[in-house]
């Protein structure tokens, strides 16, 4: 009613102090009430805003629970200070335009949209708080939360649009709701992928296949790195070359990926590395090699323990060793896998409770590789990596000590070296 009042006060001021007719008066008190309603308006806002800017800021950052600091942070307050100036605004709409029946209607109409959006805008920055918030929980830390904030701000849009289309047509929402049903069928083919992917998200959180930050390697899609986000629709990993791959989260439950999580639980990461052994370069050793091999510590003991057992068997089946291929023999091969094995098995940064294994694979045509089945202790990639490249380091310097060889294959230099001898 004082609105109303204060609206025909700047009429009658119009009409009694100034010439112009009376349609030019009305017209002229709309817009100065109108540019009222503006300036009054964005002193509310601004008083709203800084309201939130200086105290709830101020109270935010003085309080103990960070869930007030990402309410800032997603600019919460302002999007609520929005809201209620809008509110505000819609109320003194029809006291403005109270002699502009057609204008009246599409001015609360334009105010009403404008007041659906900002409300989803508040939902959006309130449900981005709590996933913010959530993440600094460790049981929350590694859960696709996005997915679900997507899913239901889809569904927000979807009725927010629906009331958008009630207001402009007038059209009772119920009646909207009626057609959405019939047009289901073509809603699930539109939002095909949308459903897939929230569904897989489902399934990927209930069965624990992949959190955040695990390591996967998906080679289909190229992808070896860190999950860094799960939403509705991508997984994103971060590749180790810093490299970003995306995959459609259908397809962690549809085709196969290698997830590291295992390996950076358990106790250590595993060494599976081999050294191919050139075949001709094995032979039974004699007893002054077997002499000589005894001053390598690692193996004195062995050496003694199965040179006895040796010789006892050799004795009881009246071997004759003038030939060496008789009866049992040691071999350098077998000796220097049970150098490599002792050598592990003593290694400080290879852990002692996983299995330690030294093993002789079969003959390829370039060689016979005898592998490390190991654990490292340290399951960082750089540190293993130092660890592995280390053992091997003393590996392949160990392997002429046994007059072993190890294969590779000929470069330029070896046929040059050959054409030389044959001069």
């Known amino acids: 009613m004082e609105t109303k009042a204060l609206t025909r006060f700047f009429y009658r001021l119009l009409k009694d102090q100034t010439d112009i007719s009376e349609t030019m008066a009305i ?60 509110y505000i605004i819609s109320a003194f709409v029809p006291d403005i335009l109270i002699d502009f029946p057609h204008l009246e209607k599409y001015a609360e109409m334009l105010v ?8 989803i805008w508040l939902i959006r920055s309130i449900l981005s708080t709590f996933k913010d918030f959530l993440k600094t929980i460790n049981a929350f830390k590694d859960k696709p939360i996005e997915s679900y904030i997507q899913v239901f701000m889809i569904i927000t849009w979807l009725f927010g649009f629906i009331i958008i289309f009630s207001i402009i047509t007038g059209k009772p929402f119920l009646h909207f709701l009626t057609a959405l049903g019939a047009l289901s069928a073509v809603l699930l083919l539109i939002f095909k992928d949308t459903i897939l992917g929230f569904v897989a998200s489902i399934q990927v959180s209930v069965n624990d296949t992949v959190r955040i930050g695990d390591w996967i ?11 860094y986000e799960i939403n509705l629709s991508t997984v994103k990993v971060r590749n180790f070359d810093n490299t970003i791959t995306t995959i459609p989260t259908y397809y962690l439950i549809s085709d196969s ?27 039974f050793l004699t007893k002054e090699e077997i002499a000589d091999f005894k001053k390598i510590q690692l193996v004195a003991d062995y050496i003694d323990h199965r040179q006895t ?16 291929l008789n009866g049992r023999n040691m071999t350098n091969f077998g000796l220097f896998r049970k150098y490599v094995d002792s050598y592990l098995h003593q290694h400080p940064a290879i852990n002692k409770e996983m299995m330690i294994m030294t093993r002789q694979l079969a003959p390829t045509p370039t060689g016979i590789p005898i592998e490390v089945y190991a654990f490292s202790k340290d399951k960082a990639w750089a540190n293993y990596e130092h660890i592995m490249a280390d053992i091997f380091d003393h590996i392949l310097a160990a392997v002429p ?3 072993l060889e190890v294969f590779e294959y000929p470069t ?12």
Do not use: C, P
Request: proline fraction near 0%; hydrophobic fraction near 45%; avoid cysteine.
């Open 27 to 86: 017209y002229a008190n709309v817009f100065i009430n109108f540019i009222l309603l503006l300036v009054l308006g964005y002193i509310l806002y601004k008083l709203l805003r800084g309201f939130s800017e200086k105290i709830v800021h101020n109270l935010a950052s003085k309080s103990k629970t960070k869930f007030d600091d990402f309410l800032v942070e997603n600019k919460t307050f302002l999007h609520l200070a929005n809201l209620i100036t809008l």
């Open 112 to 119: 009403s949209v404008l007041v659906v959006v900002m409300s």
């Open 217 to 227: 390697s998906m080679e289909k899609y190229g992808a070896d790195g860190d999950v």
């Open 257 to 283: 990926f290698k997830n590291w999580r295992g390996m950076s639980m358990s106790d250590g990461r595993r060494i599976k590395r081999a050294v191919i052994i050139k075949s001709t370069s094995i032979k």
């Open 309 to 324: 057992d040796i010789d006892k068997h050799n004795e009881q089946n009246n071997i004759d060793k003038t030939v060496l």
């Open 401 to 403: 000590y046994f007059q």
């Open 412 to 423: 330029g230099k070896d046929f040059v070296d050959i054409m030389e001898k044959k001069k």
